[in-house]
């Protein structure tokens, strides 16, 4: 049999290539690999130190907590959660999630308005799907989520970036935009914000912000995208509410997802928006994985309802804030003049700005060489005109190894300085 195959296999490899990418459509040629995940996989090796990531830290995986819910899930409801289930998702984790949103943010909310997704970026490619036609304006930030610029970039909008700065989206900056838009006859469809502890930039938009931001919504008639991956990793200062918190007409579509508070492993996440918004992304995914792992539903379900999110928050917070800490204490001690640096109040990152003249990618195998890793700041930007800049990420390294790999970075950035 072994050897039937073998001598299949020779006659595969000798035989003619097919001319593979004629057969691809033009969206699938157009379709280009996450620049992060090619990035990753340079520095697989144990030597290096890798700040590319975006990972939680598997310390924080309530692993016995798991253990026992699935066990329940098993015994109490094993006929519905080994079953398919329903497209919008699993009945009594909407109702939880409903709950857990109005007692945490004072959003008045229920199961209706919610739907189960896949994780967050399946809300996303769903939020493409029914809301963008080719040439449609979408206004992102500048830097923003490398893999929503992916989802949209699929569906052919056009992309206006939106600066930030320590308070967030430049509102400001916004407005001006959207008088000129209006004034050539043009207008904003989506505006894709993540507000709190945002990623790449781990910023924060204020409270005044957000507010203005739903009147500039509600007046040149924009939907705003708010995802909110990371609400729950505050460090330090006050919590402000989402952007929903304040939505009265129904224009905000909030992302939340169990994946920073829970276990990414589940892929359990969540859109709330008004009911004829989710109706139409329900039908959208029924024709993609007509429903969400079930049981992991049903053990976030579990989760919620034996009220263990708030210790497992706090556990989190308390894992990740001297981290944070870390990195920003070495930077200020390592780096070298000239290079900035954002001073999240939370979240998983941290944003530095190298100074002009110096290529974060192509000083990318150097810094690699030194043994640290780090991603490349351009892949953030929509039109990726800013070559200076890179993404740090302290959640998921050891605390000594923040220090040394902050210490190889500063020698990386010295050498490119000094060329």
């Not at 004072?106 to 896949?118: C, E, F, Q, Y």
């Amino acid at each position: 049999m072994e050897e039937k195959l073998e001598r299949k296999l020779e006659k595969k490899l000798e035989a003619v290539t097919l001319n593979y990418e004629a057969y691809f459509s033009e969206k699938a040629l157009g379709m280009k690999a996450s620049e992060i995940r090619e990035l990753l996989k340079l520095v697989e090796s144990s030597e290096i130190i890798s700040l590319a990531g975006g990972l939680p830290n598997p310390e924080t995986f309530p692993k016995d907590l798991i253990t026992k819910l699935a066990q329940k899930a098993i015994e109490e409801h094993g006929n519905a959660a080994l079953q398919y289930g329903t497209t919008k998702g699993y009945t009594p984790l909407r109702l939880e999630i409903a709950e857990m949103l109005r007692k945490r943010y004072g959003i008045p909310i229920s199961k209706v308005d919610i739907m189960i997704t896949a994780g967050s970026q399946q809300g996303l490619d769903l939020i493409g799907r029914v809301f963008i036609n080719p040439g449609d304006i979408i206004v992102v930030e500048a830097p923003t989520y490398l893999a929503a610029l992916q989802s949209f970039r699929y569906y052919d909008p056009q992309f206006i970036q939106i600066p930030l700065d320590d308070e967030g989206m430049r509102i400001d900056l916004l407005e001006e935009k959207l008088k000129e838009l209006k004034a050539q006859g043009k207008k904003v469809k989506l505006v894709y914000t993540i507000p709190t502890f945002q990623n790449p930039g781990g910023v924060t938009m204020s409270k005044e912000r957000r507010k203005r931001l739903l009147e500039l919504a509600s007046e040149y008639d924009f939907l705003i995208i708010e995802d909110g991956p990371y609400n729950e990793l505050r460090y330090r200062g006050e919590e402000i509410p989402p952007i929903k918190y304040w939505d009265e007409e129904g224009r905000v579509i909030y992302l939340g997802t169990f994946s920073k508070i829970f276990a990414p492993g589940f892929r359990v996440a969540w859109i709330a928006a008004e009911p004829h918004f989710i109706r139409k992304l329900e039908i959208a995914k029924q024709g993609i994985d007509l429903c969400t792992n079930v049981f992991g539903q049903v053990i976030a379900a579990e989760y919620l309802k034996g009220g263990y999110l708030d210790k497992h928050i706090e556990k989190i917070r308390a894992f990740y804030k001297p981290k944070l800490e870390i990195m920003l204490d070495a930077l200020e001690k390592y780096m070298p003049e000239g290079v900035k640096w954002t001073k999240p109040d939370g979240g998983m990152f941290v944003w530095v700005t190298v100074p002009e003249g110096i290529d974060t990618k192509e000083m990318f195998e150097k810094a690699v060489a030194k043994g640290v890793a780090y991603v490349p700041g351009e892949a953030f930007f929509a039109d990726r005109g800013v070559k200076n800049t890179m993404r740090l990420n302290f959640t998921y390294v050891e605390d000594e190894k923040i220090v040394e790999g902050i210490k190889r970075l500063a020698e990386a950035l010295k050498e490119a300085m000094k060329a």
